[in-house]
């Protein structure tokens, strides 16, 4: 199997530099911050997400209740390396609609 490339929608609390390392992984992502207005809503979020076909990248716990395909950043403590790298590792074994299909998953160490 090749590698995905994700749509992803970075929620405010995760670092800012995780976009360009992402997208140096030829991911497409975007920041809530530059889409939205400043402290947008979870369902803003959510439905900007949507309308966009993106993932949400996050450490919000409010979104593993969402009934929305998360990649939930379990240990916020991560640098933004980390995060795009285990992203990266994910994309290696699921596509973006087989991810959306689960709802999602907790971006842990145990990626790598």
Request: aromatic content about 8%; glycine content about 2%; hydrophobic content about 40%.
């Amino acid at each position: 199997m090749s590698k995905s490339s994700y749509r992803l929608l970075l929620d405010e609390n995760v670092e800012r530099k995780t976009v360009q390392y992402l997208e140096d992984r030829n991911h497409d992502a975007e920041l809530v911050v530059e889409v939205l207005e400043p402290q947008a809503t979870d369902d803003a979020v959510q439905q900007y997400a949507a309308r966009t076909n993106r993932l949400v990248l996050t450490s919000d716990q409010d979104f593993l209740a969402r009934d929305y395909p998360t990649l939930f950043q379990e240990d916020d403590k991560m640098s933004a390396f980390e995060v795009a790298e285990i992203v990266d590792a994910v994309a290696d074994v699921m596509s973006q609609s087989q991810l959306m299909d689960a709802g999602g998953t907790k971006i842990v160490d145990d990626w790598l």
